[in-house]
T-cell receptor
Framework: GENVEQHPSTLSVQEGDSAVIKCTYS??????FPWYKQELGKGPQLIID?????GEKKDQRIAVTLNKTAKHFSLHITETQPEDSAVYFC????????????FGTGTRLKVLA | GAVVSQHPSWVICKSGTSVKIECRSL??????MFWYRQFPKQSLMLMAT?????????EQGVEKDKFLINHASLTLSTLTVTSAHPEDSSFYIC???????????FGDGTRLSIL
């Protein structure tokens, strides 16, 4: 079945360093890839997304890259700050039918001050 | 924009009672709403997808008679956990999408504890 793998499961970086989280999807029909940040006790918040007709998208310190051939996409956070500490989820959507998401397993990012 | 409100945020009740959770899109019309369940330190598990005015589509393994979903308007969907038992205790999260292939915007979840 459809699957999204996410790595690493935990990531610790020093404040100011960069963080990279990678996801691989299995469904070649997937064409929309959002990233969510979830803080403790809260719902996921959309931080950036990319569609399959684009290879890279950037929003200030956050960027996402997509490699359709290899079926993987990555989240890049530069100049990390303590408030970036949270759990990050990638997702893939096939864009057909109900447009439901297949979520990755999550990455717990800890930014050390 | 794209604010989704979920209520209540936390509920504790006795085994055997039914609990209703509301999900509202505050500043947009949501043609589709989704209900998820999340266990501690785990990912989100889709339970069902609901479109306004039609029956919900449940994921495999989710009991539709146990988890009743109603999406009566473009801004409101409800999840009712019927005859709740301790194993139903979890974090339930809804999301809403304005239209097909648009981002899902999530509520802040409801923590359900069944004693």
């Amino acid at each position: 079945g459809e699957n999204v793998e996410q790595h690493p499961s935990t990531l610790s970086v020093q404040e100011g360093d960069s963080a990279v989280i990678k996801c691989t999807y299995s469904d070649s029909a997937s064409n929309y890839f959002p990233w969510y940040k979830q803080e403790l006790g809260k719902g996921p918040q959309l931080i950036i997304d990319i569609r399959s007709n684009v290879g890279e998208k950037k929003d200030q310190r956050i960027a996402v890259t997509l490699n359709k051939t290899a079926k993987h996409f990555s989240l890049h956070i530069t100049e990390t700050q303590p408030e970036d500490s949270a759990v990050y989820f990638c997702a893939a959507s096939s864009g057909s039918g109900t447009y439901k998401y297949i979520f990755g397993t999550g990455t717990r990012l800890k930014v050390l001050a | 924009g794209a604010v989704v409100s979920q209520h209540p945020s936390w509920v504790i009740c006795k085994s055997g009672t039914s609990v209703k959770i509301e999900c509202r899109s505050l500043d947009f019309q949501a043609t589709t709403m989704f209900w998820y369940r999340q266990f501690p330190k785990q990912s989100l598990m889709l339970m069902a997808t609901s479109n306004e005015g039609s029956k919900a589509t449940y994921e495999q393994g989710v009991e539709k008679d146990k988890f009743l979903i109603n999406h009566a308007s473009l801004t409101l969907s409800t999840l009712t956990v019927t005859s709740a038992h301790p194993e139903d205790s979890s974090f339930y999260i809804c999301s809403a999408s304005h239209r097909a292939n648009q981002p899902q915007h999530f509520g802040d979840g409801t923590r359900l504890s069944i004693l």
